[in-house]
């Protein structure tokens, strides 16, 4: 950390674009790396190969994206308000920015050995808002980190950034972890992963001097409400569309839809057992890795142990760390009294409660926690029909969507990857997005600067042709 | 906190030109009420009547401020990213908003009977972003603030808004705003005052299940250095600016410049002898409440009886219940080594730090905590000469100043009164202009949404004429 702070000196006066040519440097490293490490993940990870060269264009995706959003500039919210000296008392001159605030934590995640781990998305935020950082590897896939970390130790050295702009730490354990939370030259985390890792990292900062932001996204259910006069006229290809999102990956996403909500109808019993068929269909994978294949194989016997939790349809019995596709039912009276029947079952699984009327269907959606997610399928009949419901939805996410299914997270400005907890630990931010960058930066304003102090971005000729807000108009 | 969760499901859905009217109607009978609350005031704070007049005309003007931020309504930062059915995957209609938190606890401050209490910049922001409030009117001016909610619940029945859009509750001691924080319904906290308050408030709110941000506005010396040509050529002209800024307001300021810093010099002597003299040419006044100034009393004495802190001049023996304004001097040697030189002594104070050279000016700047401002004094040949210093120097605060005093604060866009730890518990956002309504919000992305179920900050015709983010670029 303290040489990370010593980094952070040098590295947060570098330019937004000599930045956006070491983004588009560690990209271009990793795309040249791609086959052995897309070999290292697939050993590690068991993720098929295609996922990995998917998972690989999208991290370099977002390493351009970030390099884009600070070559173009406007993110730092330049606002200007110009001096009224003819006020009482006289307004100054106002000018105010977004800095970098110091040196980050990233935890590297398990179900992203790529795009959410050592050169991911955090990674790749921190570093575009001029922060230095240090990566705490995965311990699921610690080769694959360490060759993405020289990767980046490459692009380090041929972009002439500072040695220690990033840095690498691994180790089983949480006492890494949580040496680097309390160190106290930390400024800010961000970690992907379970409720119960999260909740240790907010734990860690509690007990700082100085607090800190812990930027955890942890747990979701992604609920998913089928409207009646969808399931009445589309149940066969909705139930192929969830089919396929439920078990996209094993389920191993944070936005799989763990929870399908409908009224009780012949049109429900009949969509739950096309999707009870298609989940079944699916043939079973092998998980990430042991751990996380144990725990689904523990979640889901934990589930079906539940009074009133009832099998719908499964896959064929499934091979070692293999997961093993299944869908269940529920009344939302039950539901409604047992809290266990709320917490993710990272897998691929999905519970469907089946709701008596609409106040019931109220009452299943108040009682839920916050979410990344959560999915209305319905006609435009039922949008219509339904809007005080729709209305209750859509406060329980941090996105809305509707007849789509949740998985798929498109990398992008208006993207929210971030919902109420404990699907994050704070619903201001997002993790997925140029938004991400938000995170890792603070608002300063120099009052009565002339402009040869001001740094460029508020410099009255706009040298660097960004939007600005200047008395309350934008303008480039 | 029930009452105040379901005003909020309406309160939410009001439109912006409603929520604009609102406050507008909060500050036309705060503007009725103006004889009657200045008086009410002056018996119970010992503020002077004509800064009490201005302090509520800096109130209504805050509530104008923030009305006229929602009727323009760029603030909600509309995202649109359009569909791109031709991507692979195809990449889906996105498009996001901020949309309020929920219920919000506000603390009133001692120091600001109106524009930082019941109807102050808190309470201001959170109403205009479309969230309810729960105030807790400071103790030291109880009255007063019941005076002021009783204005607020005018302007709810006359501009028809939910009975608990706001709602108000008194009380010594700490059981009651320990309860509104561990409320599970509460999603938010604002506070100015002491550092042991605002420690506290983040205590509790680390009890909690569902973690909360709390922002606290609490501790900031607001370290001016004074560099040497500024002080060879300026030096009578300054010491009667920064007496005035020390004594303004009996010092009752959280941007009070209580850390003065120079180089060793005659020029400095000559500077301090200056200073001294118009600090204690200035009558002591009395201070808000009994609390405050005893606090004043035995901080003064405590930093007196420090090793090598030298008295330079002080004003006129006080009477009861009156400030005693000060200055004192002391080596970089001995600040370096005793922490309790940095805290924060609330009232007409300030002591000088004389430093030797560059490096031990340098040793001082780093040895700060976080600051809400930061001011250099220099003329164009010091800041050219002292880049490198000024730069160390400026990342101390969250508002950096060249030539004017700390004191005064501008409440528009480009204001930032916020900071790193311990001047708040959260820089990334300010509590004075109006990005303060950026704490009581959260972004939503909606996904797939035909524009009819579309907020109108987000259709395509931009209903509202607000600038929006279009596929990357600003447009009305």
Redesign the interface.
Known sequence: MQRSAEAFNQYRETTPSARAVFLETIASEITQQRDVLVATAQAETNLPAARLNGEITRTTSQLQLFANLIK?G?WVEA???TAKPENT?A??D???MLVP?GPVVVFGASNFPFAFSTAGGDTASVLAAGATVVIKGHPAHPRTSQLVFETMQRAIQKSGMPEFTVQHVTGEGNATGKALVLHPLTTGVGFTGSLQGGKAL?GYA?ERE??I?VFAEMSSINPVVFYPDALATQAEQLAQTFAGSITLGMGQFCTNPGLLIGLKSTALDNFVNLLGDAVAAVAPQKMLHKGICEAYGKGRSHMFSQDNVLLVNESAVPAEMEAWPALARTAAKTFLVNPQLKEELFGPFSLLVECEDKAELLAVLKSLHGQLTTTIVGT?TD?AQWKDV?AVQ?TL????????PPT?V?V?????H?G???AT??????SVGT?AI?RW??????????DD?LPDALKARNPLGI?R?ID?G?T?
């Open positions: 173009e406007s606002v200007i308000d008392p307004k100054p106002l000018r105010r605030v907010l509690a100085v607090p932001p435009a949008t729709i859509s996410a941090g996105r809305v969507i509707l007849n789509n798929g498109e992008c400005a208006a993207m929210v971030g109420p907890f404990p630990t704070d619903q201001r931010f997002t938004g938000k930066v603070r608002p300063v304003c120099f009052q009565n600067f002339p102090m939007w807000q309350n934008f480039r």
